[in-house]
């Protein structure tokens, strides 16, 4: 199973990460590829659609801990998992995240590693601009 980490840190308070982080209604902010998503149902599901193929939809979960400031989300279609970090640093928080891709989608690793990295640089900008 292919697996990656990558981090940043952003001049945000944890709390100004949080708000983005734990709310998929704003993924489309930041997360590149993700065109829209639709909440509702069950508590920690939604659904997301890539940029481009807005009839193709991608069903997640979603848990978060506020006390340990981590979100996991777990691709119900394709079986990414994403396992988001916060840790304060400084005046700032250290963004991290571990993502396992499995084995039948391992020729996506080169790109998630590109959206996780331009993602990561957007979450942490957007939230330094909102403190």
Known sequence: ??????STVSQAAPEEVWKLLYDPARFPEWWAGIERVETGGDAGDYTMFPDGYPDFPMPQALASSRENSTVKISCLVSDLSFDWRLRPS?????ISVHV???D?????L?????????SLLKLAEI???RA
């Open 1 to 6: 199973m292919p697996i990656f980490d990558q």
């Open 90 to 94: 400084g005046t700032g928080t250290e």
């Open 100 to 102: 396992e891709i499995p």
């Open 104 to 108: 039948q989608e391992a020729h996506r």
């Open 110 to 118: 080169d790109t998630q590693r590109g959206i996780i990295r331009q």
């Open 127 to 129: 939230a330094a601009a």
